[in-house]
């Protein structure tokens, strides 16, 4: 039989198959996170009919002669390109942009894919659209940092989760007072009979207490003139500066504790100090909070002295405090003032006061960020880490087999899964959106194209080989 008729046949097998790879990323351009696959074909073994000869004396070389016995299938390769970003509005849709794979477990079986069609089912756990569990790293008690040294596991958030109420330990003021602050040159005190008295000297302190005087009249350093009608001011001293800290007990009773820091010495030599304290009056040491229910609070804490240097950052002094509630929920709570965080530049007073403890809360609603982390907002209005999503990478991706639903496993050749946050392993995630399919259409439709004529041609190639053999047989008649 001629040679020709068995490789016009391994070309209409190979064209096919083509055919076939064509078929189903056609079939596939709208399928979520779905990967094109491109045949590639290489010649058989040919027939040597002579070797190459070198060249001998006054002969050249020869070349050899060899007769190619067609083309066989040379590998089917799955490409894996980023598809188009297409939103989708549903909150818990992720697309994956880079080089890896989502994580999905069907027990202890690990499976990957590309399709970001995940969801939350009736017990909180995050499933994909068959209800294999995504892996990811859940965070510890409220306002921990997530964990991803470890083996990822199941993410599971219930709807309805609760937030345990958390006394307030720590409260941590920061960012800038400033250095610019005018101080009081003189008092103008005003009785409520309208008679008036004025203090200038340096040291002198006065109360605004609707007794004795209903109001002051404040002359500032750079000649400004300001009215308060309550506190206790004192000349040379700044006006008070004021922040809240907001307190939580044991049972997440907020108590808005205000703090005084007023400017009490000018230095341009040594730095300026700064006194911080519960009372615009000085030495006060005590506060009285009226609760929303009619009840008080007692609030204690002795004045902090803060020197500043120069350059305007904290020098030395006090620079941790104790505040200490009475009549809260736990009877007597303490909690410490960090005030080493604040700085003292030329600009605005921007100091802030932070404090760690909350209220009891639910959780309302779910979101996740660029770096697959799912944040859940609380009803006491806290935003808290629940969990961060995994992914695998691959040292040879196309190596993955594919056992159907945009699921791949781990082959002989893909290498093992190096797992890692989004962030580490060099990808994004946009949220509210899916990958489209990578399928390139006008791409498709000329290979498919180029794939029938060579299919035809092979075609033609067994018709003129059976007609090569007819006109042989016909010989003998």
Known sequence: MMRSLYSGVSGLKNHQTRMDVVGNNISNVNTTGFKSSRVTFSDTLSQ??????????????????????GSSLSSIDTLFTDGSVQSTGVNTDLCLSGSGLFIVKDGDLSYYTRNGNFKFDKE???????????????????????????????????????????????????KNLNAAETTITKLTMTKADGTVATFDTTGTTQSVDGTTYISATLTMSDGTVVTETSGTYKVGNSRPVTTIVKVYDS???AHAVTLYMTKTKVDSTNGNQWTVSLDSKLGQGTQTIKEKDGTTTNVAMSDVTLQFDTNGAYKSGSGLATLTLT??????QKVIVNLNGLTQYSGSNTAFASADGNAAGTLKSLSIDSAGVITGTYTNGL???????????????????????????????SGTPNVG????????????????????MASELTDMIVTQRGYQ???????????????????KR
């Open 48 to 69: 040597t009919l002579s070797g190459a000869a070198s060249p001998q004396g006054n002969l050249g070389g020869t070349n050899p002669k060899q007769i190619g016995l």
């Open 251 to 253: 049972v997440g009773n």
């Open 327 to 332: 009549n809260g929920a736990t009877g007597t």
């Open 124 to 174: 909180g756990y995050y499933v994909n659209s068959d209800g294999m569990k995504v892996a990811g790293w859940m965070a510890g008690k409220a306002g921990d940092a997530i964990n991803t040294n470890g083996e990822p596991g199941e993410i599971c958030i219930p709807t309805g989760k609760t937030m345990a109420a958390s006394a307030t330990t720590e409260a941590k003021l920061t």
């Open 383 to 413: 935003n808290v880490q629940e969990a961060q999503v995994a992914i695998a990478q691959f040292n040879n991706m196309a190596g993955l087999t594919k056992t159907g639903n945009s699921l791949y496993t781990e082959s002989n050749n």
């Open 457 to 475: 041609s092979n075609s033609k190639i067994i018709t003129v080989s059976d007609e090569l053999l007819e006109t042989l047989i016909n010989m």
């Open 421 to 440: 946050t989004i962030t580490d392993l060099g990808c994004t995630v946009t949220p509210s959106a899916l990958e489209m399919s990578n399928v390139d």
